[in-house]
């Protein structure tokens, strides 16, 4: 079974902080993808990344970077220089690579307060 | 803004009244996933349709039902509501639906369940 384990419920911090936030997954499959989404509070679910298992470099866009770990089974998300805008949800997310009825497993999310 | 738009917004219900939400899709998509999300908790898949058939569904008990149209907007319809409905209710579009495509979600429907 798929499952996905983000710790952290929530974080607080001041702007300008680096701050990351953490994921573990579990799953059989070999072949799978990794998913981050940000939940502003007007609810749409924004996509931010998508990784393949095949994949493991790390991935860097702007101020947001992605540590992706295959031995621990980790996924992590950095935001350097955190911005009040930064305030949301944030949930990892695990898909199967080749099912249809695609069907993302979500984590509980952190909630993430960036303070002025 | 990702395209895909969900109505009503918000909905108030009772105990054992019926109710559909609404999904128009982002243009090109022919796929529509359901999730639910309660209160501080990560979405739960529901349902999926590709071409108006259904192609998966989560762990939901049959009063969970849906639909989709040759325009590929869906519907989720919930009969015999319960307190537990209570939730968000996102809808999300995609190309083919398989496990290596993102999603655009919409801002869903906040059900209470009174």
């Known amino acids: 079974a798929q499952k996905v384990t983000q710790a952290q419920t929530e974080i607080s911090v001041v702007e300008k902080e680096d701050v990351t936030l953490d994921c573990v997954y579990e799953?059989?499959?070999?072949?799978?993808?990794l998913f981050w989404y940000k939940q502003p509070p007007s609810g749409e679910l924004v996509f931010l990344i998508r990784?393949?298992?095949?994949?493991?470099q790390n991935e860097i866009s702007g101020r947001y970077s992605w540590n992706f770990q295959k031995s621990t089974s980790s996924f992590n998300f950095t935001i350097t220089a955190s911005q009040v805008v930064d305030s949301a949800v944030y949930f990892c997310?695990?898909?199967?690579?080749?099912?249809?009825?695609?069907?993302?497993?979500f984590g509980p999310g952190t909630r993430l307060s960036v303070l002025p | 803004e990702t395209g895909v738009t969900q109505s009503p917004t918000h909905l108030i219900k009772t105990r054992g009244q019926q109710v559909t939400l609404r999904c128009s899709s982002q243009?090109?998509?022919?796929?529509v996933s359901w999730y639910q999300q309660a209160l501080g908790q990560g979405p739960q898949f529901i349902f999926q349709?590709?071409?108006?058939?259904?192609?998966g569904r989560g762990n939901f008990p049959p009063r969970f039902s849906g639909l989709q149209f040759p325009n590929y907007s869906s519907e989720l319809n919930v009969n015999a509501l319960e307190l537990d409905d209570s939730a968000l209710y996102l809808c999300?579009?995609?190309?083919?639906?398989?496990?290596?495509?993102?999603?655009?979600f919409g801002s869903g429907t906040q059900l209470s369940v009174l």
């Open positions: 243009s090109g998509h022919n796929t």
């Open positions: 349709y590709y071409r108006e058939e259904e192609n």
């Open positions: 990784r393949n298992s095949f994949d493991e």
């Open positions: 799953t059989r499959d070999t072949t799978y993808y």
């Open positions: 997310a695990l898909s199967e690579a080749y099912n249809y009825g695609q069907n993302f497993v």
């Open positions: 999300a579009s995609s190309t083919t639906g398989t496990g290596f495509e993102k999603l655009f």
